[in-house]
T-cell receptor, first 115, second 112 residues
Framework: DAGVTQSPTHLIKTRGQQVTLRCSPKSGHDTVSWYQQALGQGPQFIFQYYEEEERQRGNFPDRFSGHQFPNYSSELNVNALLLGDSALYLC??????????????FGSGTRLTVV | GESVGLHLPTLSVQEGDNSIINCAYSNSASDYFIWYKQESGKGPQFIIDIRSNMDKRQGQRVTVLLNKTVKHLSLQIAATQPGDSAVYFCAENGNRDDKIIFGKGTRLHILP
């Protein structure tokens, strides 16, 4: 049973560019949440998608946007990259209204470096 | 506001001893807490959770204690092993379908 898959694993971008990160949820899961984890910090919630809609959002600017596809996979887009956007971006999948947080499974993340 | 924090950033424990990792939370309305383990290069891995109507919950070699009076959470790891080396996060989820709020983490070092 495949877990949460994220791509790419590493990425280097230049300040001002745009980036798209991808996530495939665990089989059977329908909800995807994205987190940003700066070095030495805990993950910070960006937003959550269910039924192809953004259900909740954390304290992140509009430069951060996302999308969920009919197959439940998701993308995170960041525009006008800043040096401070350098971080590990984590995707977590879960089952809406079912297993709750027991089903909350994280991927290994995408390490984004902005230079 | 919402915040989940940790008392110590680094903890060194002798192999075979018990480890205790502490966490304080500020949201008195929190009703569900989770401990995660994060190894280098990996995402957070679920260890154990506890609801606010419980004081203690045990798993395999791990125990979580919740003190709602002082808003304190702890993770106890029995007979610590080298494979327990990681960063441990306590996290809060007020609603099982809601976002999870993480603290900063404690790095656990196992001494030979």
């Amino acid at each position: 049973d495949a877990g949460v898959t994220q791509s790419p694993t590493h990425l280097i971008k230049t300040r001002g560019q745009q980036v798209t990160l991808r996530c495939s949820p665990k089989s059977g899961h329908d909800t995807v949440s994205w987190y940003q984890q700066a070095l030495g910090q805990g993950p910070q919630f960006i937003f959550q998608y269910y039924e192809e809609e953004e259900r909740q959002r954390g304290n992140f600017p509009d430069r951060f946007s996302g999308h969920q596809f009919p197959n439940y996979s998701s993308e995170l887009n960041v525009n006008a990259l800043l040096l401070g956007d350098s971080a590990l971006y984590l995707c977590a999948s879960s089952l809406w209204g079912g297993q709750g947080t027991y089903g909350y499974t994280f991927g290994s993340g995408t390490r984004l470096t902005v230079v | 506001g919402e915040s989940v924090g940790l008392h110590l950033p680094t903890l060194s424990v002798q192999e075979g001893d018990n480890s205790i990792i502490n966490c304080a939370y500020s949201n008195s309305a929190s009703d569900y807490f989770i401990w995660y383990k994060q190894e280098s290069g990996k995402g957070p891995q679920f260890i154990i959770d506890i609801r606010s109507n419980m004081d203690k919950r045990q798993g395999q070699r791990v125990t979580v204690l919740l003190n709602k009076t002082v808003k304190h959470l702890s993770l106890q790891i029995a007979a610590t092993q080298p494979g327990d080396s990681a960063v441990y996060f306590c996290a809060e989820n007020g609603n099982r379908d809601d976002k999870i709020i993480f603290g900063k983490g404690t790095r656990l070092h196992i001494l030979p």
